[in-house]
C-alpha cells in the first residue's frame, strides 16, 4: 500500500480509488511484481498462485499442475511450445520450481509447479512498493494529502443499475436494506441449543473448520446438529462429540495431519451410531445406563464373521500349501524324489518290472501248453502290446505320466491272467473222461489230474514299502492287485 507517496504523477490527475474489497483474489508478493519480469511472466506467475490451496495443511502437496495449454490459452499464446520461455524465466528469478515427470506410458512429459512466494537466498530487489518509489524519485508527486483527499471528495459516484438521480449533481441514495430478523451484526443469529453444541467441538477441530471453510460453524454442520437435536438433548450430544473425538481416531488423525476434512469429521461425530435402537448411545442405554443387548449381539456376530473369515484364509493357505507339497513330490510314492512332481525313476522301473514280469509269466504258461491257441502263440508280444496300447489311450485321454504307467501296468496283469486261464482251460480238457466207457470188473485209473500250479511270492510291494511276499499262483496277490487297481482309478478320475 502507498503510505506517505501521492498516487498523483507530476503534471497529470490520474488517481487510485479503493472501490471495493476483491471477494475473490490470487495472493501475488510483491517482489516479483517490482522484479522486473516480463508481463507474460508475471501473468503465469498469477495463474499458478491461483492453483494454490493454501489450505492444505502439508506444505508437500500444494502443488500446481495445470496443462501447457492451459498456461497458453491464459497468456493469449496459440503455441503452447512458447510457455517454455515464461517459464525457465520464473525459474531464473527463483519464483517457482519445476519439475517434470512422465505419464502414458513414458510417451508424455508433464510439469508440477512449486509457488514460491518468499524471495530466494540471495535476492536484492525490491521488496516494497516504498523502496520502487524511492528508488524512482521523479515518479514522487508533488500533491499534498489534503489535495488527494479534496479530490477525492469530488468523485462521482456511479448510480446504481436501475435507479434515477434524486437531481442534478446529487448522487442517488442506495436502497436500503430490510433489516433481517435472522442476523444480529452481520452473523446468523442462531438457537442457543445449537450454539452449545458447536462450543463443544475441540479448539483446534474449531481452528482447522475456519482455516478451510472459513466459519466454525458451516452450514452442513448446522443442519446436522438441528436434525440431532430432534433426538438428543445438547448436553448428550456434547458428550457425544467429545468422547467421540478420541474414541472414533480423529484425535489420532488430526496430530498425524490426515485430517483433510474437518467439517466432515465434526458431522460424522454428530451422527448416530450403527444401532437400530434409538435409545443407544455408543453401546449404552440412556434409560438406565446398562449395555445395549442389540449390541453386544453385533459385537458376538462380528467377532464370529471375523474368526470365520481367518479360519476361511486359514484354511485356504493350508490348502495352498498342501497343494504346493504335493507338486513337488513323487505322485506314486509321495515323497520328495527331486523330480518336481514327474513320476520319479524308482517307480517308473518298478511299474515297468511289473509289466515285463507279467509277460515273462504269460510266456511260461503258454509254453506249458501241449498245444497253444493260435492267438497265443507268441504270448510274451500280446501282453507288451496290450500294455502298450492301453498307455497310449490313457495318453490320449488326458492322463498324466502315473496315469500311463498304471494303465499299461493293469493291461498287462489282465492279459497274463487271461494267458493263464486259458492254460488252467486246456488242462481241464486232458481229464475229461467218457461216460459211456464201462469200468465193470477192473479199477479203473483215473485220468492223470492237473498239476498244482507252483506258488510264488506276490512282487507287490506294502503300504510301509517293504516287499509283500504273499504266495500266489498267478503273480500279484489280491491285496497287491485290488489296492493297484483302485490307485488306478483314483488317478483316471483325478483327471
Known sequence: MIDEYDAFAEGQDDELIGEDWPTVATPVPVWVLLSGISAQAFKMYAFLAEHINANIRDPRRRIA??????????????????VARYRKELEALGAIRVDKYRYAGGMRQGY?????????????GDMVLKQFYAAHPEFRSAAKWEGRTEAAKKTAVVPVQGSAPAGEGAAPKPPA????????????????????VLAAFRPELRAAMRETAHTDAPKTLVTAVTKALKDRTAEQLADRVLRRWTTHGYEAKFEAGQLERPVGAAVAMLRHGECPDPRCE???????GGPCVLCIERGKNYKADRAAARQSVKAAAGAAARRAARSVVCPSCEQDQGTDGMVCPKCVTALERDVAEA???????????????????DARARVLAEAAAAREEARQAGAEQLGELMAAQVAALAAAREAHRVRLAALGGDEHVPAS???????????????????????????????????????????????????????????
Not at 455408543?282 to 438406565?288: A, F, I, K, R, S
Request: charged share 25%; glycine share 8%; net charge positive.
Open 359 to 377: 509277460a515273462e509269466k504269460a510266456a511260461r504258461d503258454i509254453a506249458a501248453m501241449a498245444t497253444a491257441p493260435k492267438e497265443w502263440n
Open 177 to 196: 436494506k430490510k433489516p433481517s430478523r435472522s442476523r444480529v451484526g452481520g452473523e446468523v443469529a442462531l438457537p442457543p441449543e445449537v450454539l452449545k
Open 282 to 288: 455408543d453401546g449404552t442405554v440412556l434409560e438406565g
Open 437 to 495: 466207457t464201462p469200468a465193470p470188473t477192473a479199477t479203473v485209473e483215473p485220468a492223470a489230474r492237473a498239476p498244482q500250479l507252483e506258488p510264488v511270492k506276490c512282487p507287490g510291494v506294502r503300504w510301509d514299502g517293504s516287499p509283500c511276499g504273499r504266495l500266489t499262483a498267478d503273480g500279484l496277490c489280491g491285496v497287491c492287485r485290488g489296492a493297484q487297481i483302485a490307485q488306478y482309478q483314483d488317478v483316471s478320475a483325478s483327471h
Open 65 to 82: 499442475c495445470p496443462k501447457q495449454k492451459a498456461i497458453a490459452a491464459v497468456l493469449g499464446l496459440k503455441d503452447d511450445r512458447k
Open 112 to 124: 508440477k509447479y512449486f509457488v514460491r512466494y518468499n524471495p530466494p537466498v540471495g535476492y536484492d
